[in-house]
């Protein structure tokens, strides 16, 4: 159980390292598609879909990273953003360095 919850908690960690959160991915787009997708505003480094290991279905969501925080403002300065005609919802992950968050919970 312990292993588990610490799997989760490194989980959670790297996420905060990407750059953008997409939500309302369609069931049929695979991580090389989002991949091709994205890369037109910039190199993508990363892109995680989670997956559910009882479906066998990705989550529905994914976070994108990028080699630039130029490239991120190419992304978000467009207004929309469609694949397989669903309309993905974006938002840019904000980045706070650890002693900011320690500060915030105490």
Request: positive net charge; hydrophobic residues 35%.
């Amino acid at each position: 159980m312990a292993a588990a919850s610490a799997v989760r908690a490194a989980g959670r960690r790297s996420r905060r390292l990407f750059d953008i959160f997409v939500a309302e991915v369609p069931w049929t787009v695979s991580t090389k598609e989002l991949k091709e997708y994205f890369s037109q505003f910039g190199s993508v480094q990363r892109c995680q879909l989670p997956f559910d290991r009882d479906t066998g279905f990705h989550r529905r969501y994914c976070w994108i990273k990028f080699s630039t925080p130029e490239e991120v403002q190419n992304v978000l300065q467009k207004d929309s953003h469609v694949l397989e005609g669903s309309k993905l919802t974006l938002r840019q992950q904000i980045r706070r360095r650890h002693s900011q968050r320690k500060n915030q919970s105490d």
